[in-house]
């Protein structure tokens, strides 16, 4: 075994900040690389090609196969939020996206 009395003081502190530091470091790096990555123009052009109507956010067709659209998921109309634009029931009693009331 190792005897950490001969280790020098100056050694074993660098060695437990690097240890301490590291993972906090490498998580940062891959926050930023995620970012990158969420930024990159590779998904402009690949949501200019799939034609996607609201941008990058895909519609019920694009996910779901055969012609599902609101209508398959209940009986209700859907309309458009008032405040933010989002697709929401006729009967609901608040946006899901805003938390306001749809009309």
Same mark, same amino acid.
């Given at each position: 075994?190792?005897?950490l009395?001969?280790? @020098?003081? $100056?050694?074993r502190?660098l060695?437990?900040?690097g240890?301490?530091?590291? @993972?906090?470091l490498?998580?940062l790096?891959? %926050?930023?690389? *995620? !970012?990158?990555l ?5 998904l402009?052009?690949? &949501?200019e090609r !799939? !034609?996607? &109507?609201?941008?990058l956010e @895909?519609?019920?067709?694009d996910? *779901?196969p055969g012609? $599902?659209?609101p209508?398959?998921f209940g ?5 458009? %939020?008032s405040? %933010?634009?989002? @697709?929401t029931?006729a009967?609901a009693? $608040?946006?899901?996206?805003?938390g306001?009331?749809?009309?």
């Amino acid at each position: 075994m190792i005897d950490l009395a001969s280790i @020098p003081l $100056a050694y074993r502190l660098l060695i437990a900040g690097g240890v301490m530091i590291g @993972p906090t470091l490498l998580f940062l790096g891959l %926050c930023r690389f *995620l !970012e990158w990555l969420r930024d990159d123009a590779l998904l402009e052009r690949v &949501a200019e090609r !799939e !034609e996607y &109507a609201d941008g990058l956010e @895909p519609t019920f067709s694009d996910v *779901l196969p055969g012609e $599902a659209g609101p209508s398959a998921f209940g009986d209700g109309s859907v309309i458009r %939020c008032s405040h %933010c634009g989002a @697709p929401t029931l006729a009967d609901a009693s $608040a946006c899901l996206e805003c938390g306001r009331s749809p009309s």
